[in-house]
């Protein structure tokens, strides 16, 4: 029986293809399978029933999670955390027709220090960025970038092709749509729903797909729902349970349905403040 970091492809059952490269410092928990052509750094660790596919590499100091997956060419930053039942690398697949069509997705990046949540489920082709945190049972689509140090709240949605800068706080359960930009330091309140499709899926290759734009540090709050293409502005603040059917100026808050304008973000709650 291989001990762990011996080089083997696996410590612990059975050791299938044995030409995985595995520092002498990883440590790989028995049960836990890495394929050959896998790489694992120093000072990782794999628990049990985890799986490495052929191709991926971990990070050094990386923790992977019991029963986590990592498809081929997944490439793990260091000291990244991936906690249990994490699906790394998952190809989507697609109904004919599909929006979402096009090339096949590239390699996923996990950059420095970011951290998975449990059963969350990121594809091939997403880029998260260092510092990340993505919460428990979050789902991010191929194409998608996450930026630095920003939070995704438990059971949101980041679908294909959506841009999300750095700092970004999006809380629980929100959607956020494909195509759809968020710069940094944006603030998306639970429940918010983004859209990007004014037809409900009756339209034809001509109509292209229109996702939102949120410009820095603008806050929406909570059950907000944005309809395709709008564009909130920098440092404008969106109330909970509007609807937002038109772009709303920088620094404005609007609210209602459809939201309206009310007054002026005042200096006091702007971002500088808060740092």
């Known amino acids: 029986m291989p001990a762990p970091g011996d080089g083997s492809a696996v410590a612990g059952e059975p050791a299938g293809a044995g030409s995985a490269t595995i520092a002498p410092s990883a440590t790989v928990a028995p049960g836990a399978y890495v394929e050959a052509g896998a790489c694992v750094e120093a000072g990782v660790t ?43 690398g998952k190809r989507p697949r697609l109904r004919a027709g599909s929006s979402a069509e096009g090339d096949a997705p590239g390699a996923l990046v996990i950059g420095r220090g970011a951290t998975l949540c449990c059963g969350a489920v990121v594809y091939a082709g997403a880029i998260i960025g260092a510092g990340a945190i993505i919460g428990d049972q979050v789902q991010v689509r191929e194409g998608a970038t996450i930026g630095e140090r920003t939070v995704v709240g438990r059971g949101s949605a980041v679908e ?47 109509e292209p797909l229109r996702g939102p734009v949120l410009r820095r540090a603008c806050r ?56």
């Open 220 to 275: 929406i709050g909570g059950g907000a729902v944005l309809v395709p293409g709008v564009e909130v502005g920098e440092e404008a603040f969106v109330a909970a349970g509007a609807v937002v059917t038109a772009d709303v100026p920088a620094r404005m808050v609007v609210m209602g349905v459809p939201a309206r304008v009310v007054r002026e973000v005042l200096e006091r709650d702007l971002i500088e403040r808060w740092r």
């Open 160 to 206: 294909y092709g959506a841009r999300v800068g750095a700092g970004v706080i999006i809380q629980t359960n929100v959607y956020v749509t494909g195509l759809a930009i968020v710069e940094d330091d944006v603030f998306l309140g639970p429940g918010v729903v983004t859209t990007n499709d004014d037809t409900m899926g009756r339209h034809d290759d001509r």
């Open 46 to 88: 794999i628990d049990a029933g985890a799986v490495i596919h052929d191709g991926a590499r971990i990070g050094a100091g990386t923790r992977i999670g019991a029963h986590a997956v990592v498809h081929a060419g997944t490439d793990v930053g260091p000291g990244v955390v991936v906690e249990d039942g994490v699906v790394l």
